[in-house]
């Protein structure tokens, strides 16, 4: 047991080949768990006291933060590609400078005119596309009205998110967004103990994201070596250079976006306002497991950048493969865990089990761990230039799967709308990869299922199942959740333990470098 435990410790040393990928890592997880733990903490707090219509206002508005990644037009992606290949010294300071400076003409220009926008659109959107019945037309429209500004703000903060991304210092990044978090979740809470109000509840957002955007637009021109010969400016032929690369990016926001919020604007549209709640409720149940994703994009991205900037592809075939081991380590069992246990997690969460939660719950579950599978995979296409695989697939899932979740929603109901995540998460687990390993890693794509996917779910069906058979019936709301938390970290343990190794090293990367796109 002793030389396994040393085996693994290894292991898990050799899955990060970079030390700095090793603290970009742990520095997202620890900002992915925080914030984690105050959507569970705040979540029963904003239903309990708005009420389901006024959670389905508050689910807009995270639907609302996700869909003004449209306005980013792949920018946010070019930011962290380019300043992670920078080169050394004032050459590339003067270029981290200037590029900054010119997006930032950009980014705030977009932000106020979006929020203009959305402000004067908030009395028909509230008036004759939500269906609410307990709150009023008007107390609707000045809650979408105040929303527009923090999402504003929400927006222009995406650069400077980005630019510390690129710089690597996601350890400065998190802790910034641990801290406009806390302050967000946190007054939110306050505020709707004090006053079950949707006004004062995004006046408390506006004023936390102004002042988050503003400390981490400081923090990242900090990192940035100023020299007083040569002040930041607006370089036009700075855009032109990041066009075709974020034309690329700009089409894969988009397809990400339109089908990650397609199912609650369509059930906005469709169902009543209560129903949308519902939905959103289990879409940040499941939001939790994108959450310990992230922080892997965010770490490898500018990793493989790097590596691909250096023409170290050896190396690079090595990390791509280990780190996709460590993410299926963590996504599998607790998705699978998720999965079987949906209703004592739910009860323990809300202190109340709701059927149709539970079953949104359990499809969302399936669709976004397996789209979660084929982010680090995504983020190598995108690390070698190639944008348009990923984009495609999600393009596709969208134009299947739409008419499809139009049907499904009159017919099923709200879990209907869980249907283009199942096509999108089982489409690109499976076409999207071997579509990619005819370019990139050319004739590994079973490399990749025998070492990524397979061990860790053949390591936690058993013990979902076995738990699942013996679990009692009568258990209460915390011992539920204790039986179902130690279920998932045997699991854990189990896969952490004999879940790793088997990468077959020294093989060559084998990339189309006659497109670029």
């Given at each position: ?345 739910l009860t323990a969460w809300l202190g109340t089990h709701e059927d149709t939660v539970t079953r949104v719950f359990q499809w969302l579950l399936i669709g976004v761990s397996c789209s979660g599978l084929t982010w680090l995979p995504a983020a190598f296409q995108q690390a070698n230039g190639w944008t348009r695989l990923h984009a495609s697939m999600i393009a596709s899932a969208l134009v299947i799967g739409a008419p499809l979740m139009v049907f499904a929603i009159r017919t099923f109901g709200t879990v209907g709308a869980t249907t283009v995540w199942v096509i999108h998460g ?92």
């Amino acid at each position: 047991m002793i030389s396994r435990v040393n085996q693994v410790v290894s292991t898990w040393a050799g899955l990060f080949v970079s030390h700095r990928s090793a603290r970009n890592v742990v520095w997202n997880l620890l900002g992915g768990v925080s914030t984690g733990v105050m959507i569970v903490l705040a979540t029963p707090v904003y239903v309990s006291r708005l009420g389901l219509e006024g959670y389905g206002i508050v689910g807009l508005w995270l639907v609302m933060q996700v869909m003004i990644g449209l306005l980013d037009m792949g920018m946010g992606a070019s930011v962290v590609r380019a300043l992670a290949g920078a080169p050394a010294g004032p050459e590339g300071d003067e270029f981290k400078r200037d590029l900054v400076r010119t997006l930032e003409a950009f980014y705030w220009t977009v932000a106020a005119g979006f929020a203009l926008v959305f402000a004067l659109a908030s009395n028909w959107i509230g008036a004759h596309w939500l269906k609410s019945t307990t709150l009023s037309s008007a107390s609707v429209t000045h809650a979408l009205q105040l929303m527009a500004i923090a999402l504003g703000f929400q927006f222009a903060s995406v650069l400077y998110t980005n630019g510390l991304a690129g710089l690597q210092a996601q350890g400065r990044m998190n802790a910034l967004q641990t801290f406009g978090n806390v302050l967000r979740y946190g007054g939110g809470v306050v505020v709707v103990l004090w006053k079950a109000d949707l006004s004062w509840f995004f006046v408390t957002q506006g004023l936390v994201a102004a002042i988050q955007t503003l400390v981490i637009r400081r923090a990242l021109w900090q990192m940035i070596p100023a020299h007083p010969e040569s002040q930041p400016g607006f370089r036009f032929d700075l855009v032109r250079q990041l066009g075709r690369y974020s034309a690329g990016m700009a089409f894969s926001s988009l397809a990400a976006v339109l089908m990650s919020n397609t199912d609650r604007l369509m059930i906005g549209a469709l169902l009543p306002t209560s129903e949308l709640g519902k939905y959103s409720i289990a879409f940040t149940a499941t939001g939790l497991l994108q959450l310990g994703i992230q922080p892997f994009y965010r770490a490898f991205f500018p990793r493989y950048s790097e590596l691909v900037s250096a023409g170290k592809q050896g190396r690079l075939r090595d990390e791509y493969f280990r780190s996709c081991q460590l993410v299926a380590a963590c996504i599998i069992p607790l998705a699978v865990i998720g999965w079987a246990f949906a209703p004592q997690l739910l009860t323990a969460w809300l202190g109340t089990h709701e059927d149709t939660v539970t079953r949104v719950f359990q499809w969302l579950l399936i669709g976004v761990s397996c789209s979660g599978l084929t982010w680090l995979p995504a983020a190598f296409q995108q690390a070698n230039g190639w944008t348009r695989l990923h984009a495609s697939m999600i393009a596709s899932a969208l134009v299947i799967g739409a008419p499809l979740m139009v049907f499904a929603i009159r017919t099923f109901g709200t879990v209907g709308a869980t249907t283009v995540w199942v096509i999108h998460g089982l489409s690109g687990i499976t076409i999207e990869l071997w579509l990619m390993h005819r370019r990139l890693l050319v004739g590994e794509l079973v490399e990749w299922y025998r070492v990524v996917l397979l061990p860790p779910l053949l390591l936690t069906l058993p013990v979902a199942a076995i738990s699942w058979w013996l679990i009692p019936q009568d258990l209460g709301r915390w011992a539920g959740f204790g039986w179902v938390a130690v279920t998932g970290l045997g699991a854990l343990g189990l896969t952490v333990l004999f879940g790793f190794g088997g990468v077959r090293s020294n093989r060559r990367l084998t990339v189309d470098e006659s497109s670029t796109n």
